[in-house]
């Protein structure tokens, strides 16, 4: 269990609507992988807004970064810049393994349009660009969804 | 030292080194089959475009078209929400199979490159590259000084089974090796970030995209522009997403495409550094050069081996040396011995002296030649005792004694006795203790004694030696030398043919076999074809200890352990210890025997014709050879006799080997006849034949008295000389090898 602040660079209009960060929240984001049959997988949680664009960078599971290019919506959207992902990153996901991290997010960006992105790799198999969408609500708390590529099942919990 | 430097990372990587190699030379197939599996269009055949139409005809769903080194195309596609990776034809798009990486390989690949222990695993695995480098060089290096330097670096090698095996891999396999060493050792320091690795071009993803509507992909300009040989991956736009964009990586950079125009909106060549990286990891892995990856496979199929052979060769040379009892420090001692030594044998005599100068109450110093040094504080003589390696050069304990001789200006006085270990059959007779004596003689070393040899061993010759020593030194000094009993094993005489009484020269044919009832002779023994003899091959010799006589009594095999008897010509000396106790042994009777390897006394494997030439019971293992002759290689016998009515030793076997073709032809001589003659009387007169097999590439064997390979070394002297040639030439390209007693 990872526990951390978030501190999201987020868009200006964002930034400014948040009144100090007062009001936040640990949510934890569950992420199982499915036996997949292949080395350690890197994985790219972030937030989108409802057209896909890149907000910000959860976390990324993966150590080596000349290999983040292979999470490519992540990597288009966030430029691969280390400002974006810096004390974000951890170690690589196993076949069948489970992905938990606990983040404090703001209560503004909850019920507010954002949406959660999977982006994940493995060497020598395929890259899944948006392995994972799921609008962050209070309503999907607790729901899980299955991916479509490395993903079992994906599910967050405030 | 160099040779520290081989054993040491040897013995400590032996285990890694094995893990690397074996799980290289399978990976090393990838690259091979993977190859084979494809079908590869010719540079400039199809573009990337074509490709992606024909694609499209069958994956409507299509995401990512990947390119291996190899030409393997990958399409990675969803299809009814489900996704899924084939294999594709290239000239048509159609699936081959699906695209399913093998765990086995990948697991293979882990081993390889981290031993299953990720970025610890990597170091040590980066850390037996290394060691492969130093083993590769340092092994190169011992046998060009094994060998008489680099030019000699391709000729044959001799000594035991484990040391042909060792040098004769090491030098079929070490460029590969030493590739395979560099590569992975450079690779496994970029890993550590310690050595530049470039970086893939990374474009900027273009700010502005013009969103038109999206063109049919095989009409894209930049994709027609690229070939396919180039294309590494191409990834593309999420369908009905105008603003998306293609992302195409190629061999020479990477860069985005619009789906719309088909133009390239960025793009940026890799760099230098990292072209040189990818070239690299091609060289190591064969992944784009498959013949390669099978050389370099073959060469690390090598290294099992040897990484058993090693430590087999450095443990018996670990066993071998002795261990002094009160062997005093340079500095305290009055009594000073070096020893050269290659294969050990020098050292028991060492050990003799040491003992017996420390029972008379010196304090001595032992040590290898090597260590000389510069001054010996307390020391009032110095022994040197050493061998000679090959043509008068220094043996291994010794290599660099010349040298450090000339370092040191102040000679000291220190009086001097060099006693030089040898055998007289080699025209450079103890050359290397001739060279130190020298040396030493030229710095103005006192001697203590002037310069002795000891000729094959004697302990007789030693103990002389000893004496002149002990008037020296005004002490009794008795070298009793007695070499370490070896392990021997009890034979039974299952069978004899006596030859020759007529002609008073009785001589015998003794076949012994393991006693019966012993341990190793049970079912499952017999099932395994273990004949309870030791192993050994026809041209070996047996040492046979006769009652009350601790020194053994060599004798040629004619056979090999596999043919389940011990075979030996024997021939009995009026006087003769040993030859009397076996002319006199019973069927049933019982000897004590070891096995004494001659690995050099062995016919060479080839097409060469061989000329064995022998006297007497020197037939023994040129019967043995004859026998074995399983592949027909041309065998020419020279032998001679007194009468072939009384001691034509082997006639019958002989004439059965003329008839199936294991002997080509035999040439006898008797000295006891109206035309007497002996076997060098026939040799000239078949000088021209001789020549011709000579030149041929003919390998010749010789086995029998000392003054019979006298008298045949003159003979082919003269033989030879018409060919520019002479026997030591012969010789020096391991073509003329001797048995001599």
């Known amino acids: ?158 | 030292m160099l040779r520290q430097l081989h054993s040491l990372p040897g013995l400590i990587a032996a285990l890694f080194v094995i893990v690397l190699t074996v799980t290289g030379a399978i990976l090393s197939l990838d690259p091979a089959l993977e190859r084979a599996g494809t079908t590869v269009p010719a540079a400039g055949q199809i573009s990337v475009a074509e490709l992606a139409g024909r694609v499209a005809e069958h994956y409507p769903g299509a995401e990512q078209i990947e390119r291996t080194p190899s030409g393997t195309l990958i399409v990675y596609y969803t299809q009814d929400g489900q996704v899924g990776a084939d294999r594709v034809d290239p000239r048509t798009g159609q699936a081959i199979a699906p695209y399913e990486p093998s765990p086995f390989s990948r697991w293979v690949k882990n081993l390889h490159r981290s031993l299953l222990l990720d970025m610890p695993g990597r170091a040590v695995a980066g850390i037996t590259a290394l060691a492969m480098i130093v083993l590769a060089i340092s092994g190169a290096m011992l046998l060009a000084a094994r060998l008489g330097g680099w030019r000699q670096l391709l000729r044959p090698v001799r000594g035991t089974l484990s040391q042909r095996l060792h040098i004769e891999l090491g030098r079929a396999a070490i460029l590969g090796l030493l590739l395979s060493g560099l590569t992975g050792s450079y690779l496994s320091a970029t890993t550590f970030g310690l050595a530049p690795e470039g970086v893939e071009a990374e474009p900027e993803f273009p700010l502005e995209v013009a969103g038109g509507p999206p063109a049919a992909i095989d009409t894209l300009p930049a994709l027609k522009a690229t070939d396919l040989s180039d294309l590494r991956a191409l990834v593309y736009p999420y369908p009905d997403e105008p603003t998306d964009i293609y992302s195409l990586g190629t061999d020479q950079g990477a860069g985005y495409i619009d789906q719309a125009s088909g133009e390239w909106l960025s793009y940026l060549p890799h760099d230098a550094t990292h072209k040189f990286h990818e070239f690299i990891y091609m060289l190591h892995t064969g992944e784009g050069l498959w013949w390669l990856g099978l050389i370099l496979g073959q060469a690390a199929l090598m290294v099992p081996v040897m990484a058993v052979t090693g430590p087999i060769i450095w443990w018996k040379r670990q066993r071998s040396k002795p261990k002094l009892a009160a062997n005093s420090g340079p500095n305290t001692a009055d009594s000073v011995i070096l020893v050269g030594s290659e294969s050990n044998t020098t050292w028991g005599f060492a050990r003799t002296l040491h003992d017996s100068l420390v029972r008379e109450g010196h304090r001595v110093h032992t040590a290898p030649m090597n260590r000389l040094a510069s001054r010996y504080r307390g020391a009032k003589r110095l022994f040197i005792l050493t061998a000679t390696y090959g043509d008068g050069d220094a043996p291994a304990s010794a290599n660099r004694f010349l040298a450090r001789l000339e370092k040191i200006t102040r000679t000291p006085e220190l009086p001097v006795a060099v006693l030089g270990f040898g055998d007289r059959q080699f025209p450079q007779f103890c050359g290397f203790a001739k060279k130190v004596e020298t040396a030493l003689t030229a710095k103005g070393w006192p001697q203590l004694l002037p310069l002795d040899t000891i000729d094959r061993q004697s302990t007789q010759e030693f103990a002389r030696w000893g004496n002149a020593v002990g008037k020296v030194l005004g002490i009794e000094l008795t070298l009793v030398h007695t070499p370490v009993r070896p392990r021997t094993t009890p034979l039974e005489l299952a069978e004899r043919v006596d030859y020759g009484a007529d002609v008073q020269a009785p001589t015998a044919v003794l076949r012994f076999k393991a006693p019966e009832g012993g341990g190793r002779s049970g079912l499952l023994s017999r099932l395994l074809g273990r004949t309870g003899l030791p192993p050994f091959e026809a041209g070996d010799l047996v040492g046979i200890l006769p009652p009350n006589s601790p020194v053994p009594r060599f004798y040629s095999l004619a056979s090999a352990s596999k043919d389940g008897t011990l075979e030996i010509c024997v021939r009995q000396h009026p006087s003769g210890l040993c030859s009397g106790f076996l002319h006199a042994l019973p069927i049933g009777g019982t000897i004590d025997a070891f096995i004494q390897p001659n690995p050099n006394f062995r016919p060479a494997s080839g097409k060469a014709p061989i000329v064995l030439i022998g006297a007497g019971t020197g037939i023994g293992p040129l019967v043995g050879f004859i026998r074995h002759n399983k592949a027909h290689q041309a065998m020419h016998l020279y032998w001679g006799g007194r009468n072939p009515q009384s001691d034509f030793l082997y006639e019958p076997e002989l004439n059965v080997y003329l008839e199936d073709r294991r002997l080509t032809k035999l040439n006898t001589t008797f000295s006891r006849v109206d035309e007497r003659a002996y076997v060098q009387d026939k040799l000239i007169a078949n000088g021209p034949e001789l020549r011709w097999l000579i030149e041929k590439g003919a390998q010749i064997l010789v086995c029998g008295g000392r003054d019979m390979a006298k008298n045949v070394m003159a003979a082919l002297n003269d033989i030879v000389a018409p060919l520019g040639m002479d026997v030591a030439t012969l010789k020096a390209q391991g073509r003329y090898r001797e048995d001599v007693y």
């Open chain 1, 1 to 158: 269990m990872k526990r951390l602040t978030l501190a999201l660079a987020l868009s200006l209009a964002a930034a400014i609507a948040l009144p100090a960060l007062a009001q936040a929240r640990d949510v934890t984001f569950n992420t199982e992988l499915i036996n997949y049959g292949g080395d350690g997988a890197y994985v790219a949680l972030y937030l989108t807004d409802a057209d896909g664009q890149y907000q910000g960078t959860l976390w990324i599971a993966g150590e080596k970064s000349k290999y983040y290019k292979h999470l490519r919506d992540w990597a288009r959207g966030s430029g691969q810049r280390s400002s974006e992902y810096d004390g974000l990153t951890g170690a690589s996901v196993g076949n069948g393994r489970t992905l938990n991290i606990t983040l404090d997010i703001a209560d503004e960006l909850i019920d507010a349009g954002y949406e959660v992105r999977v982006d994940t790799a493995v060497e020598d198999m395929r890259d899944n660009r948006a392995d994972v969408v799921v609008p962050l609500t209070t309503e999907g708390a607790g729901k899980s969804v299955s991916g479509r590529g490395y993903v079992q099942s994906f599910h967050y919990t405030f």
